[in-house]
């Protein structure tokens, strides 16, 4: 806990993961934090959310309530196919073996259930939320920030956590900064275990595994929610939404047609979708920095490193930024500290985040390949290491050797005692002259 002359008034803006995550952390330093959320209701859109040991141990360490666990399913096996159904890969014990190598869970959960868990915590630790106010102008000068109905929220920090589409990031540029397609479209189908009747595939819903059906150009990804009550189903294509378009209703018969030939039992699951939405995937180029000149404005999430969901970190690296950014803050003794805090948070997250970025788009390439001579060397890679501890690099990140240790290893607390142990000036130095000024 930060002493109460150090105690920030942080504004965050966007109360999608990365702004209660940060909003959680920080309140739990100590700090006065109000977030501004643009949605009338906190009902996050999408559907599941694969959710790795780098962030489920965060949100054990946030004590979350446990209505959150008992909404999870934890998958026991992951299975690669190639897209004719042919096994690539598998990880037969997949649970265990993450819980014994990360010392915390991979669980999917669907998204409002981990918005609504964090939004209660956070509701608990006393953060204040401004629901239906969407954040058109920022005052640098001031630190403050502008709703669109006029009301003005102010404060020490101002973070941005408004996502793909951020305000702040345009306001920090200066200039347009509309996110870039990545070529690829997102069809989001989510199933109930009891509108499914054929009993090999309402097996799969009710027994929790992960499986992945790469083809050329596309792959798919299935997982249960809910303890196996719910299936989740991905769909990654080339887009062929209109420009200017980000998402779209789809249609069901184009989407069957996409994945004609592939593996019977992906084929079986589309059978059972009625209406289905495509989403477009987007990103941005690398910022220069996430922190401004004047140190009031930082940046979070989607908003500063949007990526692929190809390795499904596009939440959990936005639950570390959080986690991380709270933590530092919750070592000042000063607020004059703040700027070199900030810097420190930059320096800490923004070569991760970006390295991450990097990796999703490796994997679409490992994925995605046509078939042929490339593809050939990539099955034989795959055939080499079926049944066998798999050893150095690996076509599928989520279970090779050489990416996932640094994916899910990574301990956001860990890191923080680390840096602050590392920047002891940092952290003891008495920047504002208070005794000076007290005396006075
Ligand atoms: C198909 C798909 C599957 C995915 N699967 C996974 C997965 O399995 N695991 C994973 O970790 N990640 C996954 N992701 C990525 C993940 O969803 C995002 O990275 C994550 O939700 C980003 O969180 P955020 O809080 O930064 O941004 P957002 O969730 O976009 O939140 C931003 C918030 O800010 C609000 N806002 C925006 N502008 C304003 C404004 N001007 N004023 C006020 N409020 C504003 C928005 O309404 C929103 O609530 C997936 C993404 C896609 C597309």
């Not at 501004?36 to 141990?57: D, H």
Request: aromatic share 8%; net charge negative; proline share 5%.
């Amino acid at each position: 806990m930060v002493p109460v002359e150090a105690r920030l008034r942080v504004v965050i803006v966007g109360a999608g993961l990365s702004g209660i995550a940060t909003a959680i952390s920080a309140a739990l330093s100590g700090h006065s934090v109000e977030v501004i959320e643009q949605a009338k209701e906190l009902a996050e859109v999408g559907a599941g959310l694969q959710i790795t040991p780098n962030a489920s141990r965060l949100l054990q360490y946030w004590n979350l309530p446990a209505s959150l666990w008992e909404a999870a399913a934890e998958p026991t096996m992951l299975t690669v196919h190639r897209y004719s159904g042919q096994v690539l890969a598998l990880d037969s014990s997949f649970d265990k073996n993450i819980r014994t190598k990360y010392h915390a869970p991979f669980v999917d959960l669907h998204r409002v259930d981990l918005q609504q868990a964090l939004y209660a915590r956070s509701q608990e630790l006393g953060v204040t939320f401004h629901l239906g106010e969407r954040i058109e102008h920022i005052d640098f000068d001031t630190t403050t920030v502008r709703s669109v109905t006029g009301k003005i929220f102010s404060g020490d920090l101002i973070v941005a956590a408004d996502g793909l589409w951020s305000q702040c990031r345009e306001a920090f540029v200066g200039k347009k900064d509309e996110p870039i397609p990545t070529g690829d479209l997102a069809y989001r189908i989510v199933l109930n275990a009891d509108q499914i009747s054929d009993p090999d595939l309402k097996a799969l819903v009710q027994n929790p595994e992960v499986h992945f059906w790469i083809g050329p150009g596309a792959h798919a990804v299935g997982y249960s929610l809910r303890g196996g009550q719910v299936y989740n189903i991905v769909l990654l294509v080339p887009d062929n939404l209109p420009p200017g378009v980000s998402r779209q209703a789809g249609s069901v018969d184009e989407m069957r047609q996409l994945f004609v030939g592939w593996d019977p039992i992906l084929n079986r699951f589309l059978t059972y979708v009625t209406n289905v939405d495509k989403w477009r995937l987007m990103h941005h180029g690398e910022m220069e920095k996430w922190v401004n000149d004047t140190s009031n404005l930082v940046f979070t999430g989607d908003s500063c490193h949007p990526m692929l969901p190809y390795l499904a970190q596009g939440a959990n690296s936005s639950l570390e930024d959080g986690a991380v950014l709270g933590l530092l803050l919750g070592n000042m003794t000063d607020k004059a500290q703040l700027p070199s805090i900030l810097r420190l948070y930059e320096s800490l997250r923004k070569s991760r985040g970006e390295a991450i970025v990097r990796e999703t788009f490796k994997q679409r390439h490992d994925f995605h390949m046509e078939d042929g001579e490339e593809q050939r060397k990539r099955d034989e890679i795959f055939a080499s290491q079926l049944g066998k501890e798999i050893k150095g690099a690996f076509p599928s990140r989520w279970t090779c050797p050489e990416v996932q240790p640094w994916l899910y290893g990574y301990d956001a607390i860990k890191e923080v005692k680390k840096a602050v142990a590392e920047n002891p000036d940092l952290f003891s130095q008495q920047t504002t002259p208070r005794s000076f000024c007290q005396i006075l």
